[in-house]
């Protein structure tokens, strides 16, 4: 008896391993993500939930939340065309307010790095790429498989993707990746990086955070 608990134990466990591998995860990637909140005024933001990061997911009921210490915030979301979606958020007060995605499929979890909020009177200066693209390696996704130490947030896959914390790539073909994965062959488990759909800005400030100020290669 203790031995058929033992293997059905071990059978759930594999199960669980493999549904998150190569079934039951996807990406959850927002576009647009603003510098910065303005309390009181509401704000809109587009994300899509793609299944192993390729095929956008309709039919979902997705949770927007924003979080501030103790307080909460809902969204209100709903389905716009091609498998998207649209959330508009009202956050009450300034401050910094993390906001996360739960698609509702899965494990899978979407979450921004914290997002600042200011009154209506003030006047913030823009974000520099290197943060913007900081900001970006969180709300697109790229946290789903990969670790940065810049960015505090661990996605379900990041045991199977490489940590790229101290890695530098040479700037132009990180670029071309990143706008078009495949140009890199298959891995030996036939597994690619997704194409998210980025675009030029987004690529150039994902280029500025990933290289980080020296952009010199260490491959």
Known sequence: MKKAAAAAIVVVALSSIAAARFGGWAVVSVEDVPDYLVAGKLTVFDFKVRQHGEHAMDDLKPEFTAHKGFRSVDGRVWQTPKGGYRASLTVPEPGDWQITIEPKFGRSKGELLPIRAFDSTA?????????????????RGCV????????????????????LSNRRFPAEYLAQFL????????????????????????IAALVAFINGPSQVSTR
């Open 179 to 202: 706008a078009n994965p495949s140009i890199k062959p298959l891995t030996q488990n036939g597994e690619r990086m997704p194409n998210l759909g980025l675009r030029q800005r987004e």
């Open 123 to 139: 006047k913030p200066a823009p974000l520099g790429d290197f943060e913007r693209g900081r900001r970006m390696f969180a709300a």
């Open 144 to 163: 789903t498989c990969h670790v940065h130490r810049d960015v505090d947030i661990k996605g379900e896959l990041s045991k199977y993707a490489p940590d």
